[in-house]
């Protein structure tokens, strides 16, 4: 009697992947991250590839589901970027988003009218040109998936730029690539109604009603408005004694989960909606307060973010990098590349960044137009437009079908070589720096001291802004675990904590949490 116990199959393939990268990268990833300034973003995605069909042919996401391959893609990468924006927008200061509108508006305007004037000549032209086999419209679509700023590439907690990069310019990076992630939805459908429409009328009022109007706009007020009804809701259990911490916690990741669901549900934009029901529901920053010093939220994007990179590292279709008979070569595909990391965000931000008032220099500005990378939002994107175009013949028949079988080898391709750059970006540029430069960092690492201080790794915990949350110090705050009032008492272990935010800033200088902090 042969009795066969093991039971090899893809999903339990997947499991040890995932998980064993994760266990054993957290055992080195302090070291990693300060010698080495190296994030999970990097190595996910070359432990994706490594693992993926191309290598060890262990993790295959394309042979998941069949024909609903793009389908899980898609959600895959929607719950990954709801999260992350959810998590945007209730980490920024309280009322980031009214006290920082004119910068934002600027910035956006800026970049935004600069970036619709990019697609449509040197993008367009760029594309056309490499592959002259897309028309205009087509190229317009490409272009479009690679709009967006990668909010979770931009949130992953780097300690180099917790350290060197002023807290203006990361708190502004963060906003607005948490806001033109959103607004992609709008070039990606004027692309794919031109494409699938045969009036260029019916096209443009689609896109104007459907596009802005009841996508963007709607899905904006939908999420405000979500966030003002849970934060009102929470703060209600909250002082009736009704939620526990635990509870309270778990609302992070429960609401972002629930705004894309109701958003989806009636078809508006969910990443506008999330990164807006984040942004309402810490308004105030009460929610800031409840939650000040959980690393909950830090420990879900960890998470996230490291299975979601090896999911796109093993999902890379390197196969489709050369397809002659698509004008598909691997040389063009690197000035494509190059192409689009150069002429993407830097002029304009170089040209108009005195507009911006976090924007002090020219140096930040580079900064700025540098460091948008290009990751989970884009191949969001171009999967969400696999699902409004033709399926693909064997040689495509029509330019939708050409379409189709070319959009995600290209953006693929920008998404892999924008890993590589900006992930790679700070350990070249401390190369240069000597090798006694890197040798610092690590002793000062491990011989920080801990009266008073915040040990690096948990300078993810969350925290509220002294500065901007109005919660007064003296108002009457009630216990969750056990409803007893503390009369705006702080705990003693919470009252000081070493934030290191910027240039110029001491990484020990002490920063007051305000009294009104509850006592778990």
Not at 167 to 179: F, G, K, W
Not at 237 to 261: C, M, N, P, V, W
Not at 395 to 419: D, H, Y
Request: proline share 5%; glycine share 8%; charged share 15%.
């Amino acid at each position: 009697m042969i009795i066969v116990v093991l039971q090899v199959s893809a999903p339990s393939l997947a499991y040890i992947c995932l998980g064993g990268f994760v266990v054993l990268f957290s055992m080195v990833s302090l070291l990693v991250k300060e010698t080495l300034y190296i994030n999970e973003v990097v190595l996910g995605t070359g432990f994706g590839v490594i693992v993926g069909p191309y290598v060890a042919n262990v993790f295959d996401p394309r042979g998941w589901g069949g024909a609903e391959e793009n389908r899980i893609t898609l959600e895959v990468m929607r719950i990954v970027l709801a999260i992350g924006l959810f998590a945007v927008g209730v980490e920024l200061p309280c009322a980031y988003m009214k006290q920082h509108a004119k910068s934002l508006l600027r910035h956006g305007c800026t970049y935004h009218g600069f970036r619709s004037a990019d697609i449509f000549s040197c993008h367009i032209a760029v594309l056309h040109a490499l592959f002259p086999v897309l028309d205009q419209v087509s190229a317009l679509c490409i272009a479009a998936c690679l709009t967006p700023t990668d909010p979770v590439t931009c949130a992953s907690h780097h300690p180099y730029a917790t350290k060197h990069v002023p807290v203006d310019i990361r708190r502004i990076l963060s906003a607005e690539s948490a806001a033109n992630d959103g607004l992609a939805y709008p070039f990606l459908s004027i692309a794919i109604y031109l494409t699938v429409e045969t009036s260029t009328r019916v096209a443009i009022g689609k896109w104007f009603l459907i596009g802005w109007l009841y996508q963007v706009i709607l899905g904006t007020i939908l999420g405000a408005v979500l966030g003002i009804l849970f934060s009102k809701l929470m703060k209600f259990s909250h002082r009736k004694g009704f939620i526990d911490r635990e509870s309270f916690i778990a609302q992070y990741l429960a609401l972002s989960i629930f705004t894309i669901g109701v958003a989806s549900s009636i078809g508006v934009d969910d990443l506008l909606a999330s990164f807006a029901a984040g942004c309402a529901i810490a308004w105030d920053g009460y929610f800031n307060v409840q939650t000040a010093d959980d690393s909950f939220s830090s420990v879900i994007d960890y998470v996230l973010n490291c299975g979601c990179f090896i999911y796109i590292g093993a999902w890379l279709p390197f196969e489709s990098y050369n397809t002659p008979e698509l004008g598909i070569t691997p040389w063009r595909l690197v000035v494509l590349m190059i192409a689009i990391l150069v002429l993407r965000r830097i002029p304009p931000l170089l040209l108009l960044y005195r507009w911006v008032p976090e924007v002090k220099s020219w140096k930040e500005a580079l900064f700025c137009g540098h460091f948008g990378p290009m990751g989970v939002s884009a191949v969001f994107v171009s999967a969400l437009a696999l699902t409004q175009l033709p399926t693909p013949a064997n040689p495509p028949a029509n330019q939708g079908q050409l379409l189709a079988a070319m959009i995600q080898p290209l953006v693929s391709f920008v998404v892999l070589g924008s890993i590589i750059v900006h992930g790679l970006s700070i350990p070249f540029f401390n190369l240069g720096r000597g090798v006694q430069s890197g040798t610092v960092t690590f002793t000062n690492t491990w011989t920080r001291p801990t009266g008073g201080t915040l040990l690096d790794w948990k300078l993810s915990a969350r925290r509220p802004d002294k500065s901007t949350c109005a919660i007064s110090a003296t108002a009457t705050d009630v216990d969750v675990e056990h409803a007893m009032e503390t009369h705006g008492e702080a705990d003693p272990e919470t009252e000081t904590r070493a934030d290191q935010t910027g240039i110029g800033l001491s990484s020990e200088a002490d920063v007051a949490i305000p009294a009104a902090t509850v006592r778990w």
